[in-house]
């Protein structure tokens, strides 16, 4: 999952950037709201995370403008403010979910991983297709009740096509969501990984629609 954190303080950005990154997840960094503006209108995130105080105007501001301009993405706010008056401009703005400064940047990947599963439909901490599991907490895979062993980047790949399920995932969401923006990987690579996910969890698993992406089974599809 990739996410956007918008913070102006720099040692804040670092320590919660390493926590992500320490997670699991894919982050990029703006140090402000114009900055930030850029990326949320030319690049794909899965959730946000929005300091209020920004150098450049309040961060509740960009984030209406945003919700204004029909951009979904889940937005966790941080802040200092501990008022209820601030946390209900948050809201209103259109944030998702909200945490006062300081906090545990622990508490900060539960929030967000809760986000993700919303905006997907999924409610419980552990993705289920068929017989196989993703704990979103631990990031740990079982086929059957049995670990598999696999790479961050395929859990990576997996956790996507997992939280989409049964949804058909094009390579160029796969390749905006699952990998770095520096560092983008062509259709091959991306042909590569599904091939070791399917030699790791079973061939049928993964389903290629020609000419639109992959898709991951719950059953096995019957032969005549």
């Not at 000419?211 to 019957?222: F, N």
Request: some cysteine; charged content about 30%.
């Amino acid at each position: 999952m990739k996410c956007l954190l918008v913070e102006d303080d720099q040692a804040l950005a670092r320590e919660l950037s390493q926590a992500l990154r320490d997670g699991d997840w894919l982050v990029e960094h703006a140090a402000n709201g114009q900055d930030a503006d850029f990326l949320v209108r030319t690049e794909a995130y899965d959730t946000l995370i929005l300091d209020v105080g920004l150098p450049d105007g309040d961060g509740t501001r960009w984030l209406s403008a945003w919700r204004e301009d029909g951009i979904n993405i889940p937005v966790l706010i941080l802040t200092a403010r501990e008022r209820w008056a601030d946390k209900a401009a948050g809201f209103s703005a259109g944030a998702d979910d909200y945490v006062t400064k300081p906090f545990e940047p622990a508490e900060v990947l539960f929030r967000l991983r809760a986000l993700v599963r919303r905006s997907h439909g999924h409610a419980h901490p552990i993705l289920k297709v068929g017989e196989l599991s993703l704990d979103t907490h631990t990031q740990h895979v079982t086929l059957a009740g049995r670990p598999v062993g696999l790479t961050a980047q395929e859990t990576r790949l997996l956790g996507y096509l997992m939280h989409a399920a049964p949804r058909v995932v094009s390579r160029t969401e796969l390749s905006e969501h699952v990998y770095d923006r520096d560092h983008e990987p062509d259709s091959n690579v991306i042909d590569v990984q599904v091939s070791r996910l399917r030699r790791k969890l079973g061939s049928w698993r993964i389903a290629t629609q020609r000419g639109q992406g992959y898709r991951l089974l719950e059953e096995e599809p019957a032969t005549e």
